[in-house]
Nanobody
């Protein structure tokens, strides 16, 4: 089992940047693929980005491709989401999640463990 705690959310103006962090504890961090998801009010939780165990493979939602970057530091048991050129439509609660499967997934149901979320608000 792994416990996940997100941080780094906040209020930012459109065009600005934020870096989210997700610290993991418990079972060895490096055995999990890691993902970031987000959920806006009244909407379903949606995939944002995922990174493989080594960080060598990544996936991104089309809506964030070229603006967001996922990375991980296995020595620090932490995964990051660097968010640049933020837009008001990026406003949501952002969650990190851990997946013990072999390949990268983009669906909510594929992930085994979830953090509590961190709020990101982008003002226009």
């Amino acid at each position: 089992q792994v416990q996940l705690v997100e941080s780094g959310g906040g209020l930012v103006q459109a065009g600005g940047s934020l870096r989210l962090s997700c610290a993991a504890s418990g079972r060895a961090f490096s055995v999990y693929n890691m993902g970031w998801f987000r959920q806006a009010p009244g909407k379903e939780r949606e995939f944002v980005a995922a990174a493989s165990r080594s960080g060598g493979s990544t996936l991104y939602a089309d809506s964030v491709k070229g603006r967001f970057t996922i990375s991980r530091d296995n020595a620090k048991n932490t995964v990051y989401l660097q968010m640049n050129s933020l837009k008001p439509e990026d406003t949501a609660v952002y969650y990190c999640a851990a997946d013990s499967a072999i390949r990268l997934h983009t669906t909510v149901g594929a992930y085994d463990y979830w953090g509590q979320g961190t709020q990101v608000t982008v003002s226009s």
